[in-house]
Nanobody, 116 residues
Framework: QVQLVESGGGLVQAGGSLRLSCAAS????????MGWYRQAPGKPRGLVAT???????NYADSVKGRFTISRDNAKNTIYLQMNSLTPEDTAKYYC??????????WGQGTQVTVSL
């Protein structure tokens, strides 16, 4: 069973930065896609950013230019560098991994809180 463990969340002031990490229990090269999703209280979980096995990236419009997703295959880890954070970025951030045949894995999430 694949495990995804997120870390790096916390409390930060508006305008600040955080880097989230997601460590997988096995090789991330077996996944077609990995990514970050977030869920704020009372809202559905939504896409933040994804990265394919080949390194192609995709971002939600709300984070383009501020967030960067990356991967380190040697460490079986993906990252989310978050800059210029605003209170609207406050949410629980979840790591996601997808591979074929269709199987999706989720981490337990890490809380990000941005204060004014």
């Amino acid at each position: 069973q694949v495990q995804l463990v997120e870390s790096g969340g916390g409390l930060v002031q508006a305008g600040g930065s955080l880097r989230l990490s997601c460590a997988a229990s096995g090789s991330i090269e077996t996944f077609n896609n990995m990514g970050w999703y977030r869920q704020a209280p009372g809202k559905p979980r939504g896409l933040v950013a994804t990265i394919t096995r080949g390194g192609s990236t995709n971002y939600a419009d709300s984070v383009k230019g501020r967030f960067t997703i990356s991967r380190d295959n040697a460490k079986n880890t993906i990252y989310l560098q978050m800059n210029s954070l605003t209170p609207e970025d406050t949410a629980k951030y979840y790591c996601n991994a997808f591979r074929l045949p269709p199987v999706t894995y989720w981490g337990q999430g890490t809380q990000v809180t941005v204060s004014l």
